[in-house]
């Protein structure tokens, strides 16, 4: 899987949530300079975090890693 499209696709989570970082952080318990990192300098997240990211964005793991995708 590419780490860009694992990347926007996150993002594209982050702000169809209307969520701010804050926000985010609170639900998640990822902190927010690490969520600085990860949409705004293009670092890729861990399993783990990810697994935190999923209590604030609800997303699909099929759609965030392609599963679904030919």
């Known amino acids: 899987m ?14 169809k949530s209307g969520l701010s970082m804050e926000e985010v952080s609170e639900k998640s318990g990822v902190p927010v300079s690490s969520l600085k990192r990860y949409f705004r300098y293009g670092d890729v997240p861990t399993v783990r975090m990810l697994l935190k990211l999923h209590r604030a964005f609800a997303f699909e793991f099929d759609y965030l890693f392609q599963l679904n995708d030919e």
Not at 2 to 12: A, H, M, T
């Open 2 to 15: 590419d780490n860009q499209i694992l990347l926007d696709r996150l993002k594209e989570c982050f702000e």
